[in-house]
T-cell receptor, first 113, second 110 residues
Framework: KQEVTQIPAALSVPEGENLVLNCSFTDSAIYNLQWFRQDPGKGLTSLLLIQSSQREQTSGRLNASLDKSSGRSTLYIAASQPGDSATYLCAVFGSGGYNKLIFGAGTRLAVHP | NAGVTQTPKFQVLKTGQSMTLQCAQDMNHNSMYWYRQDPGMGLRLIYYSASEGTTDKGEVPNGYNVSRLNKREFSLRLESAAPSQTSVYFC?????????FGPGTRLTVT
């Protein structure tokens, strides 16, 4: 059974710091991995999608890496801003007839001025 | 292009009442999903539909039923609501690679 773990559960940093959020998964047979952002009381916004054949994806100040063999992904946020405050969720879409996205519990990020 | 839409946005039910949560997508996706989100537990899959006419149970299906009415619409029904079903419910649809979510329905059962 696929399990997704995100560390840390919560993070509070001053503005301007570079951050690393971690995601690990137990079954390396995945099609892709997706990082989402969720603001309080809102839905999920897709940030980055990494296919299983890719090693990383970048969008602006965000960079996500994937090491499928070790079951790990990291989301790197450069030069953090208060507007980055949100919960970040990692999810994997498995192969082998596994037609569903499995989520981690998320990392709650607070960036203070 | 509305993406994934859900109605209602908020709902309060008494124990034992029934209701249906509606979801529609306009992206011509085959796969659609219902999740619930509870504090500290992430999103858990209730039911999904890989294509029109098919539905399958997810991790937490008890107390729910679903209908894939057509390719666009996928509804979730609570036949007899219980306080344990107080949660935020998200509908999603999926392209070949990526999943898209609706804005959610916040349900409280008293």
């Amino acid at each position: 059974k696929q399990e997704v773990t995100q560390i840390p559960a919560a993070l509070s940093v001053p503005e301007g710091e570079n951050l690393v959020l971690n995601c690990s998964f137990t079954d390396s047979a995945i099609y892709n991995l997706q990082w989402f952002r969720q603001d309080p009381g809102k839905g999920l916004t897709s940030l980055l999608l990494i296919q299983s054949s890719q090693r990383e994806q970048t969008s602006g100040r965000l960079n996500a890496s994937l090491d499928k063999s070790s079951g790990r992904s990291t989301l790197y946020i450069a030069a953090s801003q208060p507007g980055d405050s949100a919960t970040y969720l990692c999810a994997v879409f498995g192969s082998g007839g596994y037609n569903k996205l499995i989520f981690g519990a998320g990392t709650r990020l607070a960036v203070h001025p | 292009n509305a993406g994934v839409t859900q109605t209602p946005k908020f709902q309060v039910l008494k124990t034992g009442q029934s209701m249906t949560l509606q979801c529609a997508q306009d992206m011509n996706h085959n796969s659609m999903y219902w999740y619930r989100q509870d504090p500290g537990m992430g999103l858990r899959l209730i039911y999904y539909s890989a294509s029109e006419g098919t539905t399958d149970k997810g991790e937490v299906p008890n107390g729910y039923n679903v209908s894939r009415l057509n390719k666009r619409e996928f509804s979730l029904r609570l036949e007899s609501a219980a306080p344990s079903q107080t949660s935020v419910y998200f509908c999603a649809s999926r392209s070949i690679y990526e999943q898209y979510f609706g804005p959610g329905t916040r349900l409280t059962v008293t």
